[in-house]
């Protein structure tokens, strides 16, 4: 079997899957019973001054059939004192020495609060630090979480602050709920972050009571934007990831967090850049023994390539992620519909005819008078929309047609332009 520990900037895990710093880890009592099922790390909920939560809190968005696509949260920081959650940290560390457990933070914007509680959760013995700077709600009313994240200058500051005092590696938490999580992202490689961790929750109302006319949730007849997350936000935080992995200015390791449901997300994560994962939503929905599974489905994936380590497949993907302006503008695909396996919903076409470029055709066999969709080819612009429309996998392809033109960008085109040359495409 492989190698599935990894060394997150210095932070040694048995395996890649941490749980985030979110309901799942409000107690020892969770966090030990994760580790019992397999869990490699957990991010404690984040620590600060207590905090009265409201009820109620959570709202799921189902969507096709699904349940909890998308999840909605209302909740705040840990409201509990410092003191019970640094006993509670201290008992799961001394039970579970070689698992990895990180204290989230999040203070007031000063100084001498950060280097008091730094040094209070590192004389516990905690692997590393992850400062909250991503809470989308609630904290950042207060002048905390994404009040922060969306100000490099202040995550600069902050994380330097920390540096003055900490011991063991800091993760710095980013919000999504920026222009370009890039800039944030260098600012906390600037002050000194030994990592970055994304994304945090989205700003969000997930929906209105039609009968009622009230936000979903409410409380006491009145709601307030929450945080999004779930397996809707993966794409979202997937390019993040990557924007991050492939950005020369922020060089520092990435812990993905956003919509990770299994092992196959994990994968994606790695292969653009991200070290090692941390998942919430799905715990929530399914329970923490969903770990094994990925744990499993991690390892054959990587024993059927011949992967001696999952470390070695950190970022192996980030070098294809690029620009629109430096896409091949000769490379083209069409699609081709297989007969065989066609169940003639006529989806593809319908989808072609109306919304796209209108170059699938009816037409009738001539030996037997049975309809079937067929290709224009040479009007084809290679869309992908009627593959993925299709409900039966594989019956559309979408194949490469080879070109005898030479592999030309928008950017190579406009310079060859400016410099007073030709491009044919």
């Known amino acids: 079997m492989a190698d599935l520990s990894i060394n997150l900037a210095g932070i040694q895990s048995p395996n890649p899957f941490w749980l985030a710093s979110a309901p799942p880890t409000n107690s020892g009592y969770q966090v030990q019973r994760a580790f019992e099922a397999g869990w490699g790390g957990a991010v404690w ?190 794409p979202i935080a997937l390019n993040m990831v990557a924007e991050c992995a492939r950005d020369p200015k922020v060089g520092i390791p990435i812990s993905g967090i956003g919509g990770i449901s299994d092992w196959r997300d994990t994968v994606e994560f790695l292969l653009m850049g991200a070290t090692g994962v941390q998942v919430c939503t799905a715990a929530m929905h399914h329970g923490f023994r969903i770990v094994e599974d990925m744990i499993d489905g991690l390892n054959n994936y990587l024993d059927q390539r011949g992967i001696a380590s999952v470390m070695d497949i950190v970022g192996k993907a980030v070098q294809t992620y690029s620009d629109w302006g430096h896409l091949n503008l000769n490379y083209k695909v069409v699609a081709r519909i297989h007969e065989e396996t066609c169940i003639h919903c006529n989806k593809c076409h319908i989808a072609c005819e109306d919304t796209s470029h209108q170059c699938i055709d009816i037409v009738a066999d001539a030996a037997t008078g049975k309809e079937r969709l067929v290709v224009r080819e040479e009007d084809c612009v290679g869309c992908n929309l009627c593959s993925i429309v299709c409900p039966v996998e594989g019956t559309i392809e979408m194949v490469e047609i080879p070109s005898a033109k030479a592999p030309l960008s928008w950017n190579q085109r406009q310079a060859a332009l400016a410099a007073g040359g030709s491009c044919e495409l």
């Not at 630090?129 to 809470?135: I, K, P, S, T, Y």
């Not at 602050?161 to 999580?181: F, G, H, M, R, S």
């Not at 006319?213 to 809707?232: F, M, Q, T």
Request: proline content about 5%; hydrophobic content about 40%; aromatic content about 6%.
């Open 45 to 234: 909920k984040t620590l600060g001054e207590p905090i009265i939560n409201v009820t109620s809190r959570f709202a799921g968005l189902n969507f096709g059939g699904q349940r909890v696509f998308g999840f909605n949260n209302i909740e705040l920081i840990t409201d509990k004192p410092l003191e019970v959650n640094l006993k509670e940290m201290d008992e799961t560390k001394r039970r579970f020495p070689k698992h990895t457990l990180i204290a989230s933070l999040m203070v007031e914007h000063k100084q001498e609060a950060w280097h008091e509680i730094v040094k209070k959760v590192e004389a516990i013995g905690v692997d590393g630090l992850e400062l909250n700077f991503g809470c989308p709600h609630g904290m950042a009313e207060r002048g905390m979480g994404s009040a922060v994240g969306q100000h490099p200058d202040l995550i600069r500051q902050q994380v330097e602050w920390v540096k003055e005092v900490a011991q063991t590696p800091v993760i710095v938490k980013l919000t999504p709920n920026i222009t370009d999580i890039r800039f944030t992202a260098r600012a906390a490689s600037q002050g000194g972050a030994d990592a970055i961790s994304m994304i945090n929750t989205i700003n969000s109302l997930m929906g209105v009571d039609l009968d009622k006319w009230l936000p979903i949730p409410h409380v006491d007849g009145k709601g307030a934007h929450g945080g999004y997350c779930g397996p809707a936000v993966k």
